[in-house]
């Protein structure tokens, strides 16, 4: 007998992701977007910015704690974390679509820094990971090839 797809164990490789760098990475961005906006005459633009990209990495590091307290359970479910994920999302998603709105045409800038922000994000995390492999350093040293 199988488990069902939903009651399946959650299985998660280790991902290179560091907040801290992100942080900065972001802060420089905003920085840049800021000034550049500014200068164009429209300074507001890039502070929202600045706010969608630190609401992504809000919800990346909570992503992090939501993974890690799930899988610390004995028998952690897909289902906990697909409701958890889509709850997140709905809560960020409303957060940056009410700024946009009742800031706009400025506001939109909250948008544009969160859609950045998940470019971010995943070259952040793929290109170490890819550069692992690259290197032939997988980690399954010593462990028999599958088949």
């Known amino acids: 007998m199988t488990t069902p797809a939903q009651d399946a ?5 280790s991902v290179a992701f560091r907040p801290l760098r992100l942080l900065v ?17 429209y300074p507001m633009v890039g502070v929202f910015f600045g706010v969608g990209l630190g609401l992504g990495l809000l919800n990346a590091v909570l992503v992090q704690r939501s ?9 952690p479910l897909k289902r906990k974390m697909a409701l ?13 679509l009410t700024i946009a709105f ?16 998940q470019v971010l994000l995943v070259l952040s995390t793929a290109l170490p990971v890819m550069k ?4 032939g350093d997988n980690g399954l040293e010593g462990e028999a090839p599958q088949q």
Request: hydrophobic share 60%; proline share 5%; net charge positive.
């Open 25 to 41: 990475i972001c802060v420089v961005f905003a920085g840049l977007v800021t000034g550049v906006a500014a200068v164009l005459g």
């Open 102 to 117: 009742i800031f706009r045409p400025q506001g939109l800038g909250v948008v544009f820094g969160m859609a950045l922000f």
């Open 67 to 75: 993974v890690d307290s799930i899988t610390a359970e004995a028998h």
């Open 132 to 135: 692992k492999l690259k290197a």
């Open 84 to 96: 958890n994920s889509a709850t997140r999302l709905l809560v960020m998603t409303v957060i940056g």
């Open 9 to 13: 164990p959650l299985v998660f490789p």
